[in-house]
């Protein structure tokens, strides 16, 4: 695995590694690798030829009183678990590389961004997430690249502008990785201490409850909530949200006739944590 630092040398590994006929897949990470990371990394291994995992802490994607500066960051770690994953590039540049003096352009998306993540963190987020995605596959110019369904928002986000933007990119979503008590693993984890850690484990239970109600034929989506929202209550948990969705545009459901999204993020001792879960109403 080679570990690079500039745009130019990125390019030219691609323009190599496509001249052989190799496809390319990219896998855009802020580090602090967990299962959930390396997952992405082995479905991208096992369907192309090269390999690219972008490490980067977008400072763009961060409010004001976020974690910006606290964001843990260990590339030594990092890149040992992505060489042992079989990635061929660790993209790992300095903020100047991507964000040199002068840059001037924002790619905004409307409409998906404006309610759960987008309305609690701010525009600037998904602001953010959507042109450093748009930045990163303009440099690797992957054929696939792989996201979380942790973060189903940026899913949705990112599959917007890249069918806005006509880009040639094949977006995949794998599953979420979750911990043996069902807490879905995160880089923020790390910020919890062992009492936080314990509760943490209710924004799970509560989507299941949820779920579970589903299954058992509730389809009324303030009912679905209502269960889901008991748990958090149980555990002392104050959500930031919790809600039902239409699973591709976000718009607000009274009833699941289509695929749900319910998605929930709490703040659980020093970490803001979010989890979702998909149901599957349609025919
Ligand atoms: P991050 O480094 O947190 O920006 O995450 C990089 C990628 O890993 C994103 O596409 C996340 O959705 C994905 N990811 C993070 N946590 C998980 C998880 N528990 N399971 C699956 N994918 C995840």
Redo the contacts with the bound molecule.
């Keep these: 695995m080679r570990i690079l630092r500039t745009i130019a040398e990125v390019r030219a590994v691609v323009a190599d590694a496509r001249s052989g006929g190799a496809s390319v897949g990219l896998?855009?990470?802020?580090?602090?690798?967990?299962?959930?990371?390396l997952?992405?990394m082995r479905a991208a291994r096992d369907a192309h030829g090269l390999v690219v995992v972008s490490l980067f802490v977008n400072p763009t994607q961060f409010g004001q009183n976020e974690d910006l500066g606290s964001y843990p960051r260990d590339e030594e770690r990092d890149a040992a678990l992505a060489e042992a994953e079989g990635v061929d590039i660790l993209f790992a540049p300095e903020p100047a590389e991507i964000y040199p003096d002068g840059f001037a352009t924002t790619i905004h998306v409307e409409g998906v961004t404006d309610v759960l993540c987008g309305a609690r963190r701010g525009p600037h987020h998904f602001d953010g997430v959507a042109t450093v995605v748009t930045k990163l596959f303009g440099i690797v110019a992957p054929d696939a690249a792989?996201?979380?369904?942790?973060?189903a928002q940026?899913?949705l986000v990112v599959r917007r502008v890249v069918r806005d933007l006509n880009l040639p990119v094949e977006i995949v979503a794998?599953?979420?990785?979750?911990e043996s008590d069902g807490l879905?693993?995160?880089?923020r984890n790390a910020y919890l201490d062992a009492a936080a850690r314990r509760r943490a484990a209710a924004l799970n239970r509560a989507l299941a409850a949820g779920e579970a109600a589903f299954a058992g034929g509730e389809r009324d989506a303030a009912r679905i909530v209502r269960n889901a929202r008991a748990v958090l209550a149980d555990a002392g948990i104050e959500p930031e949200y919790l809600e039902l969705r239409d699973a591709v545009d976000l718009r607000e459901i009274a009833q699941i006739d289509g695929d749900a999204l319910l998605a929930v993020a709490a703040r659980v001792g020093a970490a803001r944590l979010i989890d979702n879960r998909i149901l599957r109403g349609g025919a």
């Design positions: 896998v855009p990470t802020m580090g602090a690798f967990h299962e959930g990371h997952s992405l792989y996201f979380g369904q942790k973060d940026q899913v794998c599953p979420i990785v979750r879905a693993m995160s880089s």
